[in-house]
């Protein structure tokens, strides 16, 4: 038999310690807007909302959203949006001149698109605290020339360096997932101007291109995609690379460079 999907990747945290730990990861936000994501039966958002400035809760969910609202009917600090977040204007969020606050236990089946919107939406926010499956934080925390290190890995550490703060078995929720969890601490520092790239989205397109087949070499891949042997060549001698190198094993300064000299 197939494992239960739970709806929306609902699995709720039910650990007490656990959701203490997440909520204190954000620091001191007396003074903060703080962001959440998917706050479900307001497990997290019930220590935050003793706590922050202001919260706003985006949770998709229809029946949970009015559940949330009554719940926090006397909080005038706790906003809650009903709504996916994928679609959310998170900068709008937050109030301008501000930087705001990220937490979430995320739903697992959109991680990634999460991360990548929180991405589009970097200027507005400092830090993002947030609960993924153990398999994709490794992904996103990884070093380059370690096994994970791929395309999230290094979007991810383009635009935030990730810690990995701690990782939670699957009792701690409830329906338990498949899987481990672990919370990522991400402090948004995008290293688009230190490494001299203007073309973002050209960037993001380049890597995509770089990882386009793991076992590939990069100029395998960049062959693939229709760049010419003599092209591959000039760029990886003035990047400093052999073009027998794999995508995994490069930093994020090299495949800048490379990205220049294409
Ligand atoms: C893993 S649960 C976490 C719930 C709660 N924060 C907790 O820790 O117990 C993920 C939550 O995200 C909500 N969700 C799923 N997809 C969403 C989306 N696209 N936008 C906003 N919330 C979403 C689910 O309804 C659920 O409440």
Redesign the pocket.
């Known amino acids: 038999m197939q494992p239960r999907k739970p709806?929306?990747?609902?699995?709720?945290?039910?650990d007490d310690n656990a959701?203490h730990r997440i909520a204190d990861a954000l620091g001191d936000v007396s003074q903060r807007t703080v962001l959440?994501?998917?706050?479900?039966?307001?497990?997290?958002?019930t220590i935050l909302a003793e706590r922050a400035k202001r919260l706003v809760c985006?949770?998709?969910?229809r029946s949970?959203a009015p559940e949330l609202r009554f719940k926090f009917r006397n909080h005038p600090n706790v906003e809650i949006v009903e709504?996916?977040?994928?679609q959310?204007d998170l900068t709008a969020l937050v109030p301008e001149g501000e930087k705001g606050l990220l937490i979430?236990?995320?739903?697992?089946?959109?991680t990634s698109d999460?991360l990548l919107h929180m991405f589009t939406h970097e200027a507005a926010l400092e830090l993002a605290v947030v609960?993924m499956q153990r398999e994709v934080a490794d992904r996103v925390a990884a070093e380059p020339g370690s096994r994970d290190f791929g395309l999230l890995g290094a979007t991810a550490q383009m635009h935030a360096r990730a810690n990995s703060l701690f990782t939670l078995p699957p009792q701690a929720?409830a329906p338990p997932p498949d899987v481990y969890s672990t919370v990522l601490r991400l402090a948004f520092a995008p290293r688009f101007d230190e490494l001299g790239i203007a073309d973002r989205k050209g960037f993001d397109r380049f890597l995509k291109l770089c990882f386009q087949q793991k076992r590939k070499t990069l100029s395998n891949n960049l062959r693939a995609a229709g760049y010419t042997p003599a092209q591959i060549a000039d760029a990886c001698a003035a990047a400093g690379i052999e073009s027998s190198t794999r995508a995994e094993a490069l930093p994020l300064d090299r495949f800048a460079e490379l990205f220049r000299a294409l």
Do not use: S
């Open positions: 709806k929306l990747g609902q699995n709720f945290l039910v959701r959440e994501i998917g706050p479900g039966h307001g497990a997290i958002t985006i949770e998709l969910d949970l709504g996916d977040v994928l959310t979430g236990n995320l739903p697992y089946y959109i999460i609960m929720f």
